[in-house]
Every structure is written in structure tokens, then in C-alpha cells.
């Protein structure tokens, strides 16, 4: 081949290659403005659509399940899937009726018969089962009839089958493995899959056996995967993304002054807190820590790093959360309300004074100096340092560690910190149990408390939902008392919409309510 | 030239292999494990145990990376913990966007550098020159995330050329290689210039000159075809940088392509596919280092490989 051969060679692979490239993907990430398409930005796709495999659940995977009970608009936890459900004897049996009109996306009904097929996957080989009890049979009464028997009561059940964690999905769609499901996935929620582009995005459309209160106000759903922040907010302006989930705080201002834009804003139900390794020895005292407690001004932190754009909470749960109480939480904020001195005088109290004038308060020689770790997001790394200069005022020398969430995951339960800013999520109060301060069960906070194990796990089996409410009552005023923590605040999630009838988020679960939405004319 | 291609073949497996050992110890060497991601708030020690035994993370380090390799050879890179798709197939259903993305900003660094690089050394100790070097710098050190807002804010969302974001074919990797090419255009340009000055000083060149050669004639054909190698080098090298800014540019632009991929599979630390994804990056850049190797005796016969 002559040198000029040569380059004409390669100068055609190129441009072969151009061209192959322009031809516009039909499904793409870009919107070509179908008026009845609606296009969702937001931050991440989740790992994966297959609810039994994964722990990342937002609004991209979960409109593809319909679960057995849903939350009402006030948290009252009512029949979907289901007609009702009767209690056996002490609690170890319950009798589940199923809707008979309910499908699958397969086709296939959702019948007494796929839900206890779907539920021995969970069992079997999802590392979510723990969030059905301790299930030891299940029993198919009749075509739309079943009876779950677990080996303990488990009170949270009610709770966690109003979640995606346990709605049923369609086993009969996966291959001789069991698996397969993100490929072909059936659930029974009001969005159906028809795309999945791997990495940039995912293509729903309204399920036409869902119950939609009428017809669906829309043709489809493109959840579209745009992890720069400026990226999303540039798309959401140019009216090329009209949902936009998670509107950094910085940009709601400049958003609401869009008068085609409405801004919907729903109390979050994952709890920001201050924790700390209760193990290590400077967190012994219970001076000390309600020390900290009376040195955290929430409202500042809430101000100057989430432009006000959260509610504090002082008590151990969110309002949103079975098991919340009003008096709890008032007599938390009547303790904890920020007051310098009283810090001052507990810590002195504990032995800790500043004897060397550099501010840092002593005891036996050895400063109050501790490490606080947080994630890389932006806001919670703004909040860490208010809080460093919170506690340097009562004598607390705060270092602050950014770490990868992967690693503080890891590395918190087995106590290689010391104090951390992190956050927990779940609709109810057994999350003090499974997650805060259950018995082996504390995963980052470390902290041990005979009794409240022993009311944790009382309260986990108690049927009667008023004695359940008092049991967590009860632990909670132990847990403001010990201040083995500091809950801080709920953030505001904040969404901004353009171009719709109707849209509504549900108050208490914070997603977005399908059947409302309706696309304008 | 045949002892040559079977010492370089050999010495391109000895490296992946290295990689592959590096990449997997530091994959283990750093905090966070898989198990913890897809467990979440609900691990228990039971469910972790359970769970690194169905992974295979239980087994002894070696024979984890034995089973691995041995795998690898056979072209099977395992599956993702956590997505459940194969790596192969994550890799080919994004490395067109990537290996796209990567062609034109080559081309798009390669053409602007050769050209600024060659009105620099022509021009010597001018304004052009000052000029075209002080592009190149700004080329080099401009942040790419910078770069790239820059051309969105102006050329997608103000004059509304471009799609501000996604993959929509060619149209849209526009932007994305430009963001990419720069950096590659400013080293480029002055590799150009220092290499051509050194070539524009030859007795051969005056030569040429004294023969009556046009300026076209003698910056082209007598002057940048002998600068040339040094340039075919760098653009070589290149390519691993361009790999490595994939990452930023294609965050920025939302593009799902490997560079997008491995930043949320090191998140997560799915280390399958961040195993897979580096030996496969890895192996892209040996093998396009060797070709540019072997195009040497193409552009100067005067190279041969003994």
C-alpha cells in the first residue's frame, strides 16, 4: 500500500466513523419535546431496578411496584394490594385478602400464589429479608388469599409491606437462575419499564391496569441520569427536563423566580444527625454529652448551609415516622435549646476545664480533641464545619475528615471512628432497634443500654400499635435523657415542575403520586 | 521486524498482567466494600457473612485473583455485584460513546495543536507566536469541568447550537471533544513548535530553500513531515489522558460512557467492574501505544524495527 492509499485508508475509517455517529439514537437522553413525554432529571441511577438485589430505591425504580399497604396523606397505614388483613391468636399468624383485580406488568394476576412465590425470594436470596421478619411459612388459602406465619411476632411488618422492599414482583420473569429481573422486569406499580439505557437513563410508561382515578395524564416517563448539578439546572431551565427531583438549595431562589416553575417542597424523612462512637472514653459521661447536645445551635446550621431549607428536630424521630411524639420532641427542645453556659458547666462538672488559656478545655492533661467524619457532599461538609466552630465555643477541638460514604459504611461499625455527621431513613420506629441502638444492632453509634434493648425489642412484637407507640415513647425519653446522639434536622426535598396540570408528592413517603399527574394542555 | 512484534506482544501481556495485579491490590487496599453498599442500613453480620459468601469474597485473596485471571483469559470479566450485568456488557454497550469521544477530540487536539504549533514556529518571536502559546496554556491548564460549563452556558443554553446534555450521536460529542481535545491541542501545539524549530534550523532546510521551495512546500512536506514524530508520540500518550478526562467530561455532559461508569462503580466499590474496566482501559492504551509504534517506519522510512 502507497502512502497515499494509506492515508485515504485511514481517512475513511474516520470518517466512517463520524458518520456512524451521527445518527440520532431514537432513545436517547435528549428530549425531542413529545408534549405528553414527561422527562425527570435527577442525580443517580439506581443500581438496579430488582428490588430484591438492591438497597438503592428512588424515584427511578419505584413506580414499578405496587405494594400490599400503602401510607394514607396523614401516615395511616391502609390496604393496596390487599382488601384487609386478620391477626391470628398472639400475633404469629396473619391472613392477607388480595384486590382480585390487580396484574402484573407480565400480564399475570397478582395472585395469593405469585406473592408467596415473590416473598420466598425475598426469603431465600434477598439480603433485604430481614425486613419481612422471621417468616416461617407461608400459606396460599385460596386463589387470592394467603397466611404469612413468622417463628416471633413481627410488629414492623404492617409498616415495612408499605415500603418497595417487600411489594410483590413477578418471579415468573426470570430465568432458570432467578435472576434476570433488570432485564425483564414485572412489577404491578403504575409505571411500566420499556427502556433501560444504561447509564443515561430509564423509559416508563403508565401501566394500563393500574387503578389511575381515570385516564393517565401523560404518555410516558423518561428518568434521565445527570449527575453534574449545573448540567441538571441548565436542563430543567431550558425546558428540556420538567421534573426536577432534589433542586440543590442554592438554585431555588433564582428557580422560584420563574413564573412558569412551581416548587414543591415535602418534609424529608431521613433524620440528619451528630453521632459519635459511645465506646470511646470521652463519650462516657453523660455530662459531656449533653454538653454537646446544649452547644448545637440547629438553626444556624440550617441557615448558613441548607439556606433554610429544613425543619429542626431535636427529638430521637422525625415527625413522619410511626412512633414520633409530640411530647417527646418538646421535652427535647426544652433540654436541648442551645445555651452556652449550661455546656460550660456540665463539661466542668465532667472534669473538663480550659487550664492552659488556648480555649480547649482539659482533663488529667489530655484535650478534648476528636475527629469528625462526613461524607463529600457539599451541604453536610458546610454543616460539619458550623458545627467544629458550635463546640469550639464550649472548649470541643473538632478536626473534621471528609470520607467517601463506601468507607465511613464500612468503617463505622466496627468503631474505627470517633464522631460522625450522617443521616438514617425509614418510615418507623423500629429503626431505633434494627439500626441505632438495638442489642449487636448499633452500627455506628455503638452505644448500650440494657433497658432500651429490652423495650427496643418489646416493641418489635407488640401487636397493639398504642402499646407499641407508648413502648418507643418510653425509650425515646431515656434516649433524650442519655444523649447518646443529636438528632439535628429533617432537610426540605425540594422538586421543581414545569408544565403540569397537576402533581403531587405524597407527604409522607415523598414520592410522586402517578396518577395525579396530568401534563398541560 | 517479526522478533520485534513477538518482544513487544510479550512485553504488552507482562504489563497488563502488572495492571491487573495493581489494580487488585489497590482495589482491596482501599476502605468500603461492596457488601456494606448493597446491604445498606440493613446489614447484619449474618447477612454480610452470607452475602461475601455468594460473592466469593470469603475466599483467600489469591485464589480470588486466580479465579479472576483465569476467567479474564477466557474473555470473562465477571459480573457486577451490584447491578447484576455482565462487565463485557456494560463495556460494549458504552465503549462506542467513549471510543467516539476519544476519536474526535484526538482528531479535533491533533489538527488545532499541529496548526498553532506550526503558526508559532514559523512565526517565531512574534505576537502570532506569543499568541498561539499562550492558547496552548490555557489549553493545558484549564480545567476541563470549567471548560466545559463554559461551552454549555455559551453554545448550548444561550445560542442554542448544541443539546446542553446526553448522547444523541455526533452532534452531541461536539462539545464533549472539544472540552477533551483542548488539553491534548495545547501539548500538541508546543510539541510542534519546539520539534519544528529544531527541524526549521537544518542544513537541509536551507537546502531547500536555496532550490527555490515554496513556504508551503518547505513547512509541509521539508519541515513538519520530519517534526512529526515527536508529535505522533505525544498524541499516543495522549490517549491515557484523554481516558482519564473521559471521566470529568463525561460527568459533566451526562454521557454513559466508561468514564461515567467507573466513577460510579469505584462509589460502590463494584469490584468486578472496576477490575474489568481498568484492564480493559489499560490494555486500549498499550495497544494504541503499539500502533503508533509500528506507524514510525510508515513516517519515516528511515526508522526499522530490527
Known sequence: MNRKRYVIFIALIVFMLIVSGCNR?????????????????????????????????????????????????????????????????????????LKEDAVFHSGKPVNAEAVKLSFERLVSSSPFST?????????????????????????????????????????????????????NPSGSGPLKLVKVNRGDSLVYEPYKNFDWRGQPGFDSVKFRFIPDEETRILEFKKGNVHVLLDVPYQYIEDLEKDSEVTIKRVQSDTLSYLGWNNKQPIFQDVKVRQAIALAIDRESIIQNTLNGEAQAVFGPLPKTVFGYSEK???????????????????????GWNETNKDGVVMKDGKEFSVDLWVDDDPANQRAAQVIQNQLMEIGMKITISVKEAATIIEQTPKGAHEMLLWSYGWPDADVLNFLLFGKDKSKRLHYENEKIYSILDKAAIEMKQDARSKLYEEAQEMLVEESPFIPLYVKENVTAIRNFESFEIHPINNTIDWPSVKVSK | MSSYLFKRIFTMIITIFGVSVLVFIIIHLIPGNPVNHILGDFATEESIKELEMRLGLDRPILVQYFSYMFQAFQG??????????????????????????????IIFGSITGIIIGVIAAVKKNTIYDQLAMVLALIGISAPGFWIALFLILLFSYQLNIFPISGYDGFYSLILPSITLGLGTAGSIARMTRSSMLDVIKQDYIRTARAKGAGTYRLIFRHSLQNAIIPVVTLIGMQFGYLMAGAVVTETVFALPG????????????D?????????????????????????????????QYE
Open chain 2, 76 to 105: 470473562d470479566l465477571g459480573t457486577s455485584y451490584i447491578t447484576g450485568y455482565t462487565v463485557v456488557e456494560e463495556i460494549l454497550n458504552r465503549i462506542p460513546i467513549t471510543a467516539q469521544l476519544a476519536l474526535y477530540s
Open chain 1, 131 to 183: 425486613n419481612a421478619g422471621d417468616i416461617d411459612s407461608i400459606e396460599v388459602l385460596s386463589d387470592y388469599s394467603f397466611k404469612i406465619t413468622w417463628k416471633d411476632q413481627f410488629a414492623p411488618f404492617f409498616i415495612n409491606a408499605t415500603t418497595p422492599f417487600l411489594a410483590p414482583l413477578d418471579v415468573s420473569v426470570l430465568n432458570a437462575k432467578g435472576e434476570g429481573f433488570e432485564k
Open chain 2, 271 to 303: 469490584i468486578p467492574t472496576v477490575q474489568g474496566l481498568l484492564l480493559f482501559m489499560a490494555a486500549m492504551i498499550i495497544i494504541v501505544n503499539f500502533v503508533i509504534d509500528l506507524l514510525y517506519t510508515k513516517l519515516d522510512p528511515r526508522i
Open chain 2, 258 to 269: 466508561l468514564g461515567s461508569l467507573i466513577v460510579s462503580a469505584i462509589s460502590t466499590r
Open chain 1, 328 to 350: 417527646i420532641e418538646t421535652m427535647a427542645r426544652e433540654k436541648y435549646t442551645r445555651d452556652i453556659e449550661a455546656a460550660k458547666k456540665l463539661l466542668s462538672e465532667a
Open chain 1, 25 to 97: 439514537s431514537k432513545d436517547s437522553g435528549v428530549n425531542k419535546g413529545n408534549d405528553r413525554e414527561i422527562v425527570v432529571g435527577l442525580v443517580s441511577e439506581p443500581d438496579s431496578v430488582d428490588i430484591h438485589r438492591t438497597s438503592s430505591t428512588g424515584e427511578a425504580n419505584i413506580p414499578l411496584y405496587d405494594t400490599l399497604l400503602k401510607q394514607d396523606n396523614d401516615g395511616n397505614i391502609v390496604p393496596n394490594l390487599i382488601t384487609d388483613y386478620e391477626v391470628i391468636g398472639d400475633g404469629k399468624e396473619v391472613i392477607f385478602n
